[in-house]
């Protein structure tokens, strides 16, 4: 799913259908428009960041070698937000998580975390494929966090119980151990 076809979506939501057109074309934007394209961009990483962090995880594994036992958040992939387990032969080992590094006395490991995605250019793809999390998702609620930003209460409540919907819906494509929605944490 690419980030541009979620903003042209909210494009839509916020009634802005006039910059779809030069959005997809890459055509010539107005500062005005190009300032809102470019808010929709910070809206949509917010909420793919939000999605990821309370309601739809991400998860990797990723195998590293280490003479010391130590293994540098910095070596990571992907931004960890929460580390599930460490395996070294095929068996969980204990570890610690530091600051800046998961020490244990293993010297080749898979880690197995959830993260939260980096932000995407306009041009990027979203660490979603589409399926459980769709892009009317994280439109919906871009399009709330437009509105918020803008000033605009009533829209942004009223897009907010739409985004809200949606993940209730996506929730209902998952495990039944993940269908609770917590309450909404503003940036």
Request: contains cysteine; aromatic residues 12%.
């Amino acid at each position: 799913m690419k980030i541009k076809d979620v903003i042209a979506r909210a494009l839509r939501f916020i009634g802005r259908t006039d910059l779809i057109n030069a959005l997809a074309a890459d055509g010539e934007l107005t500062s005005e428009g190009a300032e809102k394209i470019e808010t929709l961009l910070y809206c949509v990483n917010a909420v793919e960041d939000e999605l990821a962090r309370y309601y739809f995880p991400l998860k990797y594994c990723e195998r590293f070698n280490s003479d010391t036992g130590e293994y540098f958040i910095d070596n990571f992939l992907h931004n960890p937000v929460k580390i599930l387990s460490v395996e070294s032969s095929g068996k969980k080992v204990k570890y610690t998580v530091f600051p800046k590094y998961i020490k244990c006395d293993e010297k080749s490991v898979k880690v197995f975390y959830e993260y939260s995605p980096y932000k995407k250019p306009i041009d990027g793809d979203s660490e979603y494929d589409g399926v459980t999390v769709c892009e009317r998702l994280i439109a919906a609620g871009a399009a709330s966090e437009y509105f918020l930003l803008e000033g605009s209460v009533k829209d942004a409540e009223l897009w907010e119980s739409r985004y809200r919907w949606e993940i209730e819906l996506a929730g209902k494509k998952i495990s039944p151990e993940r269908r609770s929605v917590p309450p909404r944490r503003w940036v």
